[in-house]
């Protein structure tokens, strides 16, 4: 892919009204002529796939990709062997196999991975998923304590315990057994255990690092049908076939944020034509309990309409919710979860918005979100820990930096926090080095998400390592944040037409980002700032064309201002989505950004 680092200003646009500039996605041209030639594509669709990334031999793959073509040798992932026989070894044993989770979608959705290939066996695994409030992130020692008094022979950690190092040797001091599946980063020297099956792990060569949880615990069950093949437990009886759980591997992709190339867009892709057969109960409660109908399954309902009712529950409900929804096999006890789910996203966008607004104003107090420093660190006392995450995402999306939002709790002195970056910006590692060098009391997460706890009379001097940390990859993620746009329309272009042959390239995600059409000199029409900051309008071209637009939780900010005065003249860029309210099977513009000639 060509560097586009000298590339001119799309429509001449050096600074919108968010302060960034925009590039048309830069695209290797002898890349585009082998796309159009080799998948009989027009140049705005191979120019889309070659500015992804996707190499002249790769569009076949990319387009319409499979497990057959795709699918990794499980032996090729450090310790996948050994964690197969060892649970293998357990279940032939009649061990007590417990699964201990992580509380969001990826933790919930690899717990019920397992649980389903175990059940196919006759063997039913209980689940430990921890309190996010009263045990926090991971495994602990007090955590396997209270499974080896339940009886656990054998424990899987899913989607975290590759940093818990003193919590795993406490469980083999007290002789419970441990394999550790995991995604994030953890330190040079693994957890003592039976195994640490984590992509990310220094020394595997698995290539299979963008992969979430429950991407890893899929191939773990394709090791696990390939030991128990071996001896011979599936005679009289079918193999489990793993495709039928595809849509737990695309819920965790997508939900986690991880980068769709690859093993991991075929799992996802795979994955979203699974979910919408809707066969998966609790998927199919919640979303009946969300009001949205059954069809064929996007991105947009794992990440924006089942996510977010899952994440719920451990984030201010009760932390094993999301992982009984998703391994139940009784619509009635689905239905119940699904509800509760639902009442509990309903109770959590009233807290987020309170401690969004509440730490919007103490950062824009102060001008830090403004000033030359790497990040952004804000804290309050009494912020729920359980929202954190998804307000400092938002304020990320605001100010474009990496932004840490910690909640502190004034009785015991202690805040946790949780962290989102920008691109270029290694959140995870500047975490990890905090924790290191003995800033922090726990730590860790990935380059783009951190999660922490902190001792509340030390969170000015994390702030001060993580600006120094991070402030040498400052300048790169600036010069990196442009707005990338795929092509230039006028709103009578933007059609389903357009829409459909687009989607191609979905499911989108990192490394795949959704396509970005540019309007060039329309007039906002008929604006309404909606509840939640909204901006709904009509965008009109010069020819009197236009297509219905809205932007999200921008109306304070000058872009929205802008739409709100109903301005002519203006460009913009956002992303064509499906509107099919009343059978209408139309397109809607959602705006990503916004820029006046006159001010440029």
Known sequence: MADGGNAPAFLDVSRSLSGRAWRQRPADAGTIRAHMQAL????????????????????????????????????????????????????????????????DVDGASSAALLVRWFRTLGAELPIYVPDRLTEGYG???????????????????????????????????????????DHHMMREEPPACLAVVNPNRPGCNSGQGNLAAAGVVFVL????????????????KAEPDIRQWLD??????????????????ALTSLGLKVMSDWKNPGLKALLAAAGA????????????????????GGRIGKSDLGARLLSTDFADEARALAQELDALNIARREVEAQVTEQAVRRVEATGAHADESALV?????????????????????????????????????????????????????????????????????????????????????????????????RAEAVAQDWVEVDALIDPSAATRDLFEAFEQL????????????????VQA??????????????????????????????????????????????????????????????VQFEIEDVADPRMV
């Not at 069950?221 to 009289?236: I, Q, S, T, V, Y």
């Not at 502190?408 to 920008?422: E, H, M, P, T, Y």
Request: hydrophobic share 45%.
């Open 293 to 312: 109908e059954p069809g064929p399954a996007k991105s947009n309902h794992a990440g924006f309409i089942l996510g977010p009712r899952i994440n719920a």
């Open 40 to 103: 009989d594509l027009d140049e705005p669709m191979a120019r889309a796939l070659a500015a992804r990334g996707v190499a002249a031999d790769q569009g076949e793959n990319f387009l319409r990709p499979t497990l057959r073509a795709l699918f990794p040798d499980p032996s090729s992932f450090m310790d996948m062997d050994t964690a197969a026989t060892a649970i293998i070894d357990a279940l032939q044993a009649g061990s007590s196999i417990h699964v201990f989770a992580d509380y």
């Open 248 to 265: 737990l591997a695309a819920m965790g992709a997508i939900c986690d944020v991880t980068g769709l190339t690859g093993f991991n867009r």
């Open 506 to 521: 979905a499911p989108y995600g990192p490394a795949n980002p959704e396509p970005l059409f540019a309007l060039q000199g």
């Open 377 to 473: 660190v804000v804290s309050g006392e009494d912020w729920h820990p359980g929202v954190v995450g998804i307000v400092a995402g938002r304020l990320r999306e605001r100010w474009r930096k990496p932004v840490v939002v910690i909640g502190v709790d004034a009785i015991n002195g202690l805040g946790k926090g949780s962290g989102r970056s920008q691109p270029g910006m290694n959140l995870g590692r500047a975490v990890q080095a905090a924790w290191n060098e003995g800033v922090l009391i726990a730590g860790g997460g990935h380059a783009m998400a951190a999660g922490l706890t902190v001792a509340a009379d030390r969170i000015d001097e994390l702030r001060a390592f993580l600006n120094d940390r991070l402030s040498g990859e």
């Open 221 to 236: 069950l394709a090791a696990l049908n390939r030991e128990a093949r071996a001896r011979n437990l599936f005679e009289g």
């Open 139 to 181: 495994p602990s020692a007090r955590a396997f304590d209270t499974l080896k008094s339940r009886g656990a022979d054998l424990v899987i950690t899913v989607d975290c315990g590759a940093a818990a190092n003193e919590a795993v040797a406490h469980a083999s001091a007290i002789g419970l057994n441990v394999v550790v599946i």
């Open 525 to 586: 029409r008929e604006p309404v700032a909606m509840n939640g900051g909204h901006v709904r309008c009509r965008l009109v071209g010069a020819d009197g064309a236009s297509v219905r637009a809205i932007a999200w939780r921008c109306a304070d900010l000058p872009s929205g201002k802008a739409l709100l005065a109903g301005q002519g003249g203006l460009n913009l860029v956002g992303r064509l989505k499906a509107d099919d309210w009343n059978g209408r099977r139309g």
